[in-house]
């Protein structure tokens, strides 16, 4: 019997302010990160009746320790939903969380679930880069990757080999930028709406709360970046400044089929249009996310030029800037990152993509202009993904 698939819709986002990693959530576990969000997702979202949810993905790299144990399922059981929501975890290193949130939205379509909530944590202070990996010796005894690959920011100065018109200025110019949209973003009050506060803890300073970012450098400048070393290769391009950092975070979203949101009240922030993964070579993980927004923008029968905002994870400012090139995208455009991006926030690895899907949501709200935008990011072993997404606003304007 045929079914016709169901549209999908993001309903709201939240997040914890990142953290450096080992600084405001040294004492603070993980799986709480994530629990803080699902239970401010609840919290906003009283229309939701708790025994609604009909699953629960919860990404993460490390999944050991307090990101282990399942930690989609334990987290549900954590933030207070009946013990009859199931949950699971979901590893696409940095994609972690968009990987949860298209797998709910292709289980909502097929109508496995009506809503779902999705999420992403990492504590890269109490989970470092790599810990507990096993990497079969065949990966590289028979040269399956450059063992460059293996080393996310040796990837990042590969890239800067294949494409020499990505200065190591010009990255500078755009983490500056990055760092200069945030400042903007904070003062203008764009950024807190998204933000869970959490209570912290510090041996020698007692309770305090997280308000805000932790990792943000608004007084850098360009002779400053300049001066940075470049730790992945001796004279090499890529440095603490235009490069994400090691952080720690959590982001929750709710996912819904769009005829159950709209029959609970729930907000439709934005409508999943289409997404994509896709493989490259390893060792330039960074180009990843050319051939997943080529498919993307396929599958859904659209264009770069009808992508009216652009909220693109920055890994590395050479990986974005790669992808701005490869479309013929201006590095200032203002439709790209308008709010800044991960170089300035942070990156806590598989949280990062509903931080930009929020964020993307909410311009939609503020842009009935527009109709469609993605999120996009790179991913490590040399993967992009893509996630095309439709305003629910746009037009309004006109009527
Ligand atoms: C690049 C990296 C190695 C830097 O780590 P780090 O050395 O611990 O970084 P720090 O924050 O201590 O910064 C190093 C120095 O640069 C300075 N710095 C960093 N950002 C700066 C900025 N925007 N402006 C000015 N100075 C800056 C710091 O103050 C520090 O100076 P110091 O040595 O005098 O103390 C690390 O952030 C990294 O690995 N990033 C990539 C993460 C990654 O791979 N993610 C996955 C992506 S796929």
Redesign the pocket.
Known sequence: MPRPVRDVVFVDGVRTPFG??GGMYANTRADDLVVRCIRELLRRNPQLPPERVDEVAVAATTQIGDQGLTIGRTAALLAGLPKTVPGYAIDR??AGAMTAVTTVASGIAVGAYDVAIAGGVEHMGRHP?GEGVDPNPRILAEKLVDPSAL???S??ENLHDRVPAITRERADRF??AS?QKVAKAYANGKLQPDLVTVATRDLATGWGLASVDE?P?P???LD??A???T??RPHGK?????????NDGATAAIIAAEDVARELGLPVGMRLVSYAFAGVEPEV??YGPIPSTEKALRIAGLSIADIGLFELNE??AV?VLAFLDHFGIAEDDPRVNPWGGA??VG?P?ASSDIRLMTQLSRQFAEHPDVRYGITAM???IGMGGTVTWENPSWGASDE
């Open positions: 450096k990693a290193m940095c880069m080393v996310m920011g990837t990042a983490a500056l760092q990792a450098r007084d850098t400048s400053k970046l001066t940075l070393k730790p992945f890529v440095t603490a400044g235009n490069a994400a950092g090691l993980m960074g890994a590395f990986q170089i300035a990156h690895l790179c991913i490590g």
